[in-house]
């Protein structure tokens, strides 16, 4: 029984939290990291190379 | 608080469980969070054009074939968003581990194929060997490609950790276990 009042959140509020998407941190925003073309291209060699 | 303050979680334990009022909620949050979607879906377009452009230029002989597949990118996005969204709902959790933001994305992605190459027979057979070895692993380089830019946005530096994940994400995605769960393990046991 205590581990099913476990499952129960401890307010609607905090419910609402669960359900906002964020990835991660808040402050993390992955679109704000556009790679310019140097960096594409580095990072393709990169890939390329490890792989083989 | 909104009349969206409805007490879901776990309801479907009940007795009175109503599925139309999950439902609704959970379309609701879908229009909330839509912006940030498309948004996504924005930069996922971005990266492939990005990709194409350094692989059309790297192989000539490509650069009439090779096409980025927007349904592809919409559909394995909109997969992920779902994913996350069931993710925190039933779970009782704020932030998503960055292995699994990336294994979850990259997995969606090897499954709709957002990078498009179309041969004839005759086209492809006439490709040199570096030319064949893109055309069949495409879609593998792009999810890496993808990995890596996650990987910036967390200042994720590690060099050799890097090369690890390369070697072990393509391994899983070619010998088909590509699981989110699989990949978010590969991250956990990287050097």
């Known amino acids: ?52 | 608080m909104s009349d969206k303050k409805i007490k879901i979680y776990g309801s479907w334990l009940r007795d009175n469980y109503d599925y139309q009022e999950t439902k609704s909620y959970l379309d609701s949050i879908h229009d909330e969070n839509y912006p940030r979607f498309k948004s996504r879906v924005e930069h996922y377009e971005f990266l492939a054009n990005d990709f194409i452009k350094f692989y059309k230029e790297k192989f000539p002989n490509l650069s009439g074939k090779i096409s980025i597949n927007y349904a592809a990118i919409n559909g394995g996005l909109a997969r992920y968003f779902n994913d996350v969204i069931h993710y925190k709902l039933w779970h009782p959790i704020i932030y998503i581990n960055k292995a699994r933001v990336i294994s979850y994305s990259i997995s969606w992605l090897t499954i709709y194929n957002p990078i498009s190459i179309s041969l004839t027979k005759s086209e492809y057979e006439s490709l040199g060997k570096e030319e064949r070895k893109f055309t069949l692993r495409a879609n593998i380089l792009f999810c890496l490609y993808v990995m890596r830019w996650y990987l910036n946005g967390f200042n994720f530096q590690n060099q050799q950790s890097i090369k690890f994940l390369y070697k072990r994400v393509s391994y899983l995605i070619q010998t088909n276990q590509f699981e989110p769960k699989n990949i978010a393990v590969a991250f956990e046991v990287a050097p």
């Not at chain 1, 669960?18 to 073309?37: K, L, Q």
């Open chain 1, 1 to 52: 029984m205590e581990n099913t009042q476990s499952y129960e959140p401890s307010s609607d509020e905090a419910l609402l939290e669960f359900a906002s998407i964020d990835d991660g941190n808040n402050s993390v925003r992955f679109e704000d990291y556009r790679p310019t073309v140097n960096q594409t291209v580095a990072w393709l060699m990169e890939i390329e190379e490890a792989l083989g």
